[in-house]
Nanobody
Framework: QVQLVESGGGLVQAGGSLRLSCAAS????????MGWFRQAPGKGREFVAA????????YYADSVKGRFTISRDNAKNTVYLQMNSLKPEDTAVYYC?????????????????WGQGTQVTVSS
């Protein structure tokens, strides 16, 4: 079992920045690839970014490429999402997720563990 706790969400004006953190406990953090997803009201959960176990590879949705950066610190059991140049359409609940299986990083069902989510609201 892996427990995930997100933090760092909040209210920010368009063009601003936030950094989300996701702290993991339980089994060996470095054994898991990590992802960030988001869900806006009335919409499905969508992929935002992912990072491989050793941080050698990162993946981004086209909508956030060049604005968001995912990183991880395996010594601190934490994954981060730095969000810059935020837009109102980035408003959503952001979830971190962990997976040990193979498959597309972009697909919700390939992740085994999820956090409770943190709200990000971007005002225009």
């Amino acid at each position: 079992q892996v427990q995930l706790v997100e933090s760092g969400g909040g209210l920010v004006q368009a063009g601003g920045s936030l950094r989300l953190s996701c702290a993991a406990s339980g089994r060996t953090f470095s054994a898991y690839a990590m992802g960030w997803f988001r869900q806006a009201p009335g919409k499905g959960r969508e992929f935002v970014a992912a990072i491989s176990r050793g941080a050698s590879s990162t993946y981004y949705a086209d909508s956030v490429k060049g604005r968001f950066t995912i990183s991880r610190d395996n010594a601190k059991n934490t994954v981060y999402l730095q969000m810059n140049s935020l837009k109102p359409e980035d408003t959503a609940v952001y979830y971190c997720a962990a997976r040990s299986r193979t498959g597309s990083y972009y697909v919700v069902s390939t992740y085994d563990y999820w956090g409770q989510g943190t709200q990000v609201t971007v005002s225009s």
